[in-house]
């Protein structure tokens, strides 16, 4: 932990201490992503008076992420570290009796479950192995633990070859792939295995396979009050067993009962239902998901049926807001539950009849690089609860709270000591209309430190990925790193962006990229009327679906001196045909498949407007990236070069799509970027 330590003047002969004159702050750049800290984690104990949380922060050194177990009294006071191991923990949760902390730790090398107590601080290792433990959670009464964990399937080698002479040094078998989903963005080539369920006594011992087969049987997992069973989330494939590959949106709830491991499906419409959890008195069962329509953005709803699985009915049918996490109440009349709303993370207090009652907002994410939602809560008996807190000037932190109060207490201040030395840009709401069609679009400006508004500064527009998603007033490490590079940095939620509604998402369906082209237009335009804006210097550069919107920009337009596309996608029907989940994209985006629909395809392709491009453009790509392969950089990266557009290919070795596998990751990223705009 950065501490930063006043020492108070000793009394001299003159009796007077000498003022010291105030370091001046430096910017805040690339380097100092290594510096920041986030609350990634946390969990309340049932009695509400302890938070646990995971405080995470970078190596600059080892270029990996630490991560440590940290916990704060809800009344306030000094975090307290959990243990000194120097390994990386994680997904800490507390016992029933708030006596012992359940928690993923690598001391031992892989990640696997411990326990702590945490009167006297002794620790035991409850489970060992290769695989990690996932969703792990206690029983109601404390004495056992229910988590699910990757076992390989028994197949047999599609060819066997021949016995090699005693000696011989041959290459690598072949790896014979027969799954339609067969790599996964952050995973890697996919091994032939499944997600099984496991129960295990708290005290430790020989875990327990609960299911087998060929599924996944996800979590998160919720214990039968009277610890009988155990609900989850799954497609199993139904009656004719059909392959959960050729449908990636459906699951169904289930019950699987620990005795024998008999399975009761509780749900069975076409669509996701997932995330399910017991009412207090194991009478009712919430869960969250839709029915699937086909659609690029379909809401999120929560539902509550009976125990058997009976007279399913949704809460938030007129709410008109994704569901992105819940939990009951200890009384079982409503539930707490978090959602995004333009632009801002919200915790409220929903009954049973659909009332909704605002308790907090501003919750973050644990990433600090850009200004996406996200975030977790937690909730005591009594109503008290802790989130992760962010905002503009800070990135995520603990804060707690009480339903019934308004007060909103931020326990920790993880970056004060960082912050105290660095500048920082100002962000400003921003709300402008579409040229398209008027319709009003939310954005955020940060402006340089310093920042004069008689001035002409140069404009970077950044825009988000998803595209189903949305930014926010949240604090941005990258954002930031480009304002205090002297751009004024525009970002907005244009149609498509989630926190607005289904109908303002699927503006875009069928039909992305297009006219949110027109409300990132009319964005930078608005900021040129201000008039502090120089006309001549605007930049452009944004992620996966920002990377696919920026080569559709300079495909279009050539008022941009310079262009980033990162890991876009820039031919849809190679996309698809690479990606990690061709059903989804294929089914959901265009509704056909490349074939049938060739036409269709290409006309919302960049590379079909390569031909107008003479942006100078640097493509950016992880090389581990299977959401958006490097393929399709190399495309687009070939193809202007072939019309002698001053352009540039960067790869980031072992980079995944979100390029925070490592921190450098990151930081190469935005040093590239940076570079590149000022080459222009």
């Not at 359940?102 to 035991?124: C, K, M, P, Y």
Request: hydrophobic letters at 35%; proline letters at 7%; a negative charge.
């Amino acid at each position: 932990m950065r501490q930063v330590r006043l020492r108070h003047c000793a009394i001299s002969l003159i009796a007077a201490c000498i003022a010291l004159p105030v370091a001046a702050k430096e910017p805040f750049t690339p380097r100092d992503f290594f510096d920041i800290e986030v609350a990634a984690d946390l969990d309340i104990s049932r009695d509400g008076n302890r938070v646990v949380f995971v405080r995470r922060s970078a190596d600059v050194m080892s270029d990996r992420y630490r991560s440590s177990l940290w916990v704060v009294p809800h009344a306030g006071g000094e975090p307290r570290p959990l243990g000194d191991s120097g390994a990386y923990e994680s997904f800490p949760r507390w016992s029933p009796d708030g006596r012992k902390i359940l928690f993923l730790s690598n001391r031992n090398e892989s990640l696997q479950l411990f326990v702590r107590w945490v009167d006297t601080g002794q620790e035991a290792q409850l489970t060992s192995g290769s695989e990690v433990p996932m969703g792990a959670m206690w029983s109601p009464d404390g004495s056992q633990i229910v988590f699910g964990m990757t076992v390989p399937d028994e197949v047999e080698p599609f060819a066997k070859m021949p016995a090699k002479p005693e000696g011989a040094d041959w290459g690598k078998a072949p790896n014979t792939i027969q799954r339609l989903i067969y790599r996964r963005d952050g995973e890697g080539y996919l091994e032939e295995a499944h997600t099984q369920i496991f129960v295990l006594p708290a005290e430790g011992g020989t875990p327990r396979q609960l299911t087998r087969g060929s599924k996944d049987h996800e979590g998160p997992y919720d214990w039968n009050p009277d610890g009988t069973s155990v609900l989850f989330s799954a497609n199993l494939g139904g009656a004719d067993g059909e392959d959960p590959d050729y449908d990636p949106v459906e699951s169904e709830v289930h019950e699987i009962r620990i005795s024998d491991g008999k399975i009761t499906t509780l749900t069975s419409r076409d669509g996701p239902d997932v995330g399910p959890g017991f009412s207090p008195d194991g009478k009712r069962i919430a869960y969250i998901g839709f029915d699937d329509r086909k659609q690029g953005f379909q809401t999120t709803q929560l539902y509550i049926m009976e125990r058997d699985g009976s007279r399913p009915r949704s809460l938030t049918a007129t709410l008109d807001r994704d569901i992105d996490s819940w939990t009951w109440s200890a009384d079982g009349r409503g539930l707490y539950v978090q959602y995004d709303d333009h632009g801002d993370t919200k915790l409220a207090f929903l009954t049973l009849d659909g009332k909704l009652e605002t308790l907090a907002s501003g919750i973050g994410d644990l990433s600090a690089s850009r200004p996406y939602g996200g975030g977790r809560f937690s909730v005591a008996r009594d109503g008290r609860f802790a989130l992760m807190l962010t905002g503009p000037s800070h990135p995520a932190d603990i804060a707690v709270g009480k339903r019934g109060s308004k007060e909103l207490r931020r326990l920790t201040r993880l970056n004060d000591d960082l912050f105290a030395a660095r500048t920082l840009g100002e962000v400003e709401e921003i709300r402008y209309p579409s040229s398209f069609d008027g319709r009003e679009i939310q954005g955020w400006i940060v402006t340089p430190p310093g920042f004069d508004p008689a001035k002409k500064y140069p404009l970077l527009l950044e825009i988000h990925g998803g595209p189903f998603a949305n930014y926010g007033p949240r604090f941005s490490s990258e954002m930031q790193a480009y304002a205090n590079a002297g751009y004024v940095v525009l970002y907005t939620n244009p149609r498509g962006s989630t926190s607005y509604g289904e109908e303002f998402g699927n503006l875009i369906h069928h039909a992305y990229p297009g006219n949110d082209y027109d409300d990132l237009m009319s964005g930078v335009d608005a900021l040129i009327a201000r008039g502090y804006i120089d006309p001549k210097r605007l930049y452009v550069t944004g992620g996966s679906g920002g990377g696919v919107l920026t080569a559709w920009i300079i495909g279009k337009t050539d008022r941009f001196r310079a262009a980033v596309s990162a890991k876009p996608v820039i031919n849809w029907t190679s996309f698809v045909l690479t990606a990690d989940n061709p059903m989804f994209f294929s089914g959901y985006w265009f509704g056909a498949v490349p074939w049938e629909q060739n036409a269709a395809y290409w006309a919302r392709s960049p590379l079909s407007l390569v031909g107008n491009v003479k942006t100078p453009t640097m493509v950016l790509t992880g090389e581990s990236d299977y959401r958006t392969p490097m393929s399709e950089s190399e495309q687009y990266y070939v193809a202007l070069k072939m019309q002698k557009v001053d352009a540039a290919l960067v790869r980031i070795p072992e980079a995944s799509h979100g390029m925070e596998g490592r921190p450098s990751q990151l930081v190469g990223k935005i040093v590239h970027i940076l570079k590149w705009f000022e080459t222009h």
